[in-house]
């Protein structure tokens, strides 16, 4: 199913965009393996995904562990630890 | 009456302190950051996650008037770039007495800083780098788990 992958601040910078749509395989269950499989591509996603313990997420707009699972998500976004205020 | 908003237009401190003067509010305390010009920092720039960072500070402000005795609050966070001095967030808590006032105000910015979908990055010259978040804020954040 195709997914919504949003990036911000540093890992936006890294990887080179804002934002894209891909459809993981089957076996891209949580958003760990989100990162992992993206990490894979090499380049700037490499650079950008190397430490997931540096990184945050949200799947549909929500802050989530990177344990959580992606299930029917449409939009996820990975981005490091927020900076507000 | 709860207000949110996040905008790249500067914040008119007297307008939003002005929304929530109401006949039967007795008490309003408010909190205003601004850029810091840290070690000749020249210019901030404050990126975020449009949609889920409203939803956010909404989430935020709705739990303060869970909690506390609150006629209105309201978190108004600036976006896009920035100089030293200019005010990059304002909250406010508006309720009969001040102790209610007081500690929503302190739990909107602290919760705000580690739960809203922000990111910093400051330039000093030709040199920008992000923002790291602080083990403190964390800490300021998670005080209000406790009581």
């Given at each position: ?40 591509r090499g380049g700037g ?41 | ?96 007495h001040r102790r209610d006032a007081l500690d929503a ?43």
């Amino acid at each position: 199913m195709p997914l919504t992958i949003l990036y911000f601040a540093w890992v936006r910078e890294r990887i080179g965009l804002s934002e894209e749509t891909l459809t993981p395989p089957p076996e891209v269950a949580t958003m760990a393996d989100l990162i992992g499989w993206l990490a894979a591509r090499g380049g700037g996603y490499a650079e950008a995904l190397a430490e997931p313990e540096r990184l945050r997420a949200a799947v549909d707009q929500n802050f989530v562990g990177l344990d959580t699972a992606i299930g029917r998500a449409r939009e996820v976004a990975i981005f490091p630890p927020v900076t507000g205020g | 009456m709860i207000r949110i908003l996040v905008s790249r237009d500067p914040i008119d401190l007297a307008a939003e302190a002005a929304r929530v003067e109401q006949a039967e509010v007795g008490a309003v305390a408010s909190f205003c950051g601004l850029v810091r010009a840290d070690d000749g920092v020249d210019r901030l720039e404050l990126e975020h996650y449009p949609g889920a960072t409203e939803a956010a500070l909404d989430r935020i402000a709705h739990l303060a008037k869970a909690r506390w005795s609150l006629q209105a609050a309201i978190i108004v966070h600036r976006v896009g770039p920035m100089q030293p001095g200019e005010r990059i967030v304002f909250v406010a808590a508006a309720a009969p007495h001040r102790r209610d006032a007081l500690d929503a105000c302190a739990y909107l910015i602290d919760r705000l800083k580690t739960d809203a979908p922000f990111w910093k990055r400051e330039t000093r010259g030709a040199d920008a780098r992000w923002v790291e978040a602080r083990d403190s804020d964390g800490a300021a954040a998670a005080r209000w788990d406790d009581i």
